[in-house]
C-alpha cells in the first residue's frame, strides 16, 4: 500500500513521532481496523530499523518521552493519517 510505503520513507525522527502519534491516538480514542494495521507496521519498522529489533530499547525510549503537551505541533507530525 502506498501508506506503507510512506511509512518506509519516513525519516527516523518522523517514524518515531508516527509511533507516539499513534501510541496517543490508542489511548485517547478508538482507531479503526486501518489505523491499528498501519501503527503497528509503523512500530515494526520503527523497533526494526531504530532500535534493531532489541524490545528492551525501544521500551526504554519510548517510555522516556514527553506527554503530549510538551510534543511538537501537529503541523510537524507526519503526514500520515490514522
Request: proline fraction near 6%.
Amino acid at each position: 500500500s502506498p501508506l506503507v510505503a510512506d511509512l518506509h520513507r519516513l525519516p527516523e525522527q518522523d517514524l518515531k513521532a508516527f509511533y507516539l502519534q499513534c501510541n496517543r491516538a490508542a489511548m485517547q480514542t478508538s482507531l479503526g481496523s486501518g489505523g491499528i494495521a498501519l501503527c503497528s507496521i509503523g512500530y515494526e519498522i520503527l523497533l526494526q530499523r531504530t532500535f534493531g529489533g532489541d524490545f528492551s530499547a525501544f521500551l526504554a525510549w519510548s517510555r522516556n518521552q514527553p506527554s503530549e503537551e510538551h510534543t511538537s505541533t501537529p503541523a510537524a507530525r507526519p503526514a500520515l493519517w490514522l
